[in-house]
């Protein structure tokens, strides 16, 4: 959640487009009104106000699901006012998710039965599974050292400077130093070698990203595993690994089963996906899944019986989560969203979907190419992503070519690279089933009027003062945008 501050004028009104059909005085816009007001009235004022959000379909920004079938909201609404927390009265539910973690536990190759027998959580996105599988890991490090007799006061994580902003709100909310392996240009993701390299005895993992945010791209999960086997050997460490699946989790297992990332890698002892990423499910849904009970401890989790029976919990948020005693399973109306995906789609559905993607994501990537202004950094494989820089000789910037291009409704992300490779400054799309060939092409289009815009402006020799203007009319053109 974003952080609100209060206003220094409480009292600023209020006002509704259709104000007179419904209510004759303005409303406090910090204040809880005095009095009620229709609720056609409320719904006008709200409705009224949320046009100027953008349109999610056109936000390339984000991963985030922005279409499910009306089947699929409908089975949202009718349990939308399940506080999920009591599986005595909503053991359906229960049952839903415990299939749900089975199959993604499937999905990723966890061994099921004997010896080892893999565990799962639902939460609240990856935000939380990777809260939850952070303090495992910390947990169990520090149980370590403890039986050891060492210090267990300064425990740190490995990634890449790649890594989702989450890994560093756990780092600084649970006290974990971060080692991040900066990133160098061409190379966007993390190197497995220089990642072992930093391992040492305060290691609690090493965290591979498996679909980077930047650009895409899968980390070498089986490089990083191979190198650290070698490592533990030789100083007696048993340092584990995590896999941020977010993105990739649902992707990999469709289009590339041969890739070994998963649990098939002797040291990858938990991973984390995103459901309403490519799991195709509206915001709210993560899981994380250990290989066994024993990367669990068994401390982390909280037993209540005062809504009835024995609760075991394990989550950061408790009115929505229970543990069952094979896997820990958290839910809502989004859980739901999600076995109904499961069984509506199925593993064929899914690779159709995923393909059809990784086609639109080609077609946007030509295009792109085809204007002779940028170089694409994302490769073929990995996240339906398409992350491209301006070239060298160019004399725009990604930031001028993101704000002109909100002019045609479009929302595409400009952002700097990370350290080592901070200047290189980039745009990314992100490929959802939402975004069709039409789209693609479409964007295309209007990037290529953007660039014209601009290169006719840059052709006149005195184009400073004119580029400035061109500019502000941009700024201009924004601020009138959208105006009822």
Aim: include cysteine; aromatic fraction near 10%.
């Amino acid at each position: 959640m974003v952080v609100s501050s209060t206003a220094n004028d409480p009292g600023e009104s209020l006002h509704a487009t259709f104000g007179s059909r419904y209510v004759r005085s303005s409303l406090p816009r910090f204040k809880l009104p005095e009095n009620s007001i229709p609720r056609e009235a409320a719904y006008q004022i709200i409705s009224d106000e949320l046009m100027l959000d953008g349109n999610p379909r056109l936000n390339l920004a984000s991963f985030v699901t922005t279409w499910m079938e009306p089947e699929c909201d409908r089975l949202i609404m009718s349990a939308i006012n399940k506080n999920y927390v009591d599986m005595d009265e909503y053991p359906v539910t229960t049952e839903l998710q415990n299939r749900c973690v089975n199959m993604i536990a499937h999905l990723f190759n966890a061994p099921i039965g004997g010896k080892e027998t893999a565990v799962g959580v639902g939460t609240v996105g990856s935000s939380e599974a990777i809260m939850l599988a952070g303090l495992a890991f910390k947990r169990k490090w520090q149980n370590k050292r403890k039986a050891e007799g060492k210090p267990y006061d300064k425990p740190n994580i490995v990634v890449g400077a790649n890594l989702q902003v989450c890994w560093e709100k756990f780092a600084r909310y649970f006290e974990v130093e971060l080692k991040e392996v900066n990133l160098r240009e061409g190379l966007y993701i993390m190197d497995p070698v220089n990642a072992v390299e930093m391992v040492d005895g305060n290691t609690i993992c090493v965290v591979a990203t498996f679909g980077s945010t930047l650009t895409g791209e899968f980390e070498d999960v089986k490089k990083i595993n191979e190198l650290l086997v070698e490592k533990n050997k030789e100083t007696g460490w048993d340092t584990p690994i995590h896999v941020d699946a977010a993105s990739g989790g649902f992707i990999a297992p469709f289009l590339y089963p041969e890739l070994e990332w998963d649990f098939r890698l002797p040291l990858v002892k938990s991973i984390n996906v995103s459901g309403h990423k490519y799991g195709l499910v509206y915001a709210g849904v993560g899981w994380v899944v250990w290989r066994n009970k024993d990367d669990l401890p068994e401390e982390l989790i909280f037993h209540i019986n005062y809504l009835g029976a024995d609760q075991p919990t394990f989550t950061l948020n408790f009115s929505k989560g229970n543990i069952h005693r094979f896997l820990i399973l958290a839910g809502s109306s989004q859980i739901i969203a999600q076995y109904y995906q499961f069984i509506r789609l199925g593993f064929e559905g899914y690779k159709d979907i995923i393909v059809n993607c990784m086609d639109n994501a080609k077609s946007l990537r030509q295009g792109i190419e085809e204007t002779g202004k940028f170089e694409v950094l994302s490769k073929d494989s990995g996240v339906p992503v398409v992350a491209f820089a301006l070239k060298s000789t160019s004399e725009h910037t990604v930031f001028e070519i993101s704000e002109n291009m909100r002019r045609f409704g479009w929302i595409i992300p400009a952002y700097t690279m990370p350290p080592d490779a901070e200047h290189v400054a980039v745009l990314r799309v992100v490929i959802r089933e939402d975004f069709c060939r039409s789209l693609a092409e479409r964007l295309v289009s209007d990037l290529r009027k953007v660039l014209v815009d601009a290169e006719g402006v840059q052709a006149d020799d005195g184009g400073s003062e004119k580029k400035a203007k061109y500019w502000r009319r941009v700024v201009d053109r924004k601020k009138t945008s959208g105006v009822c």
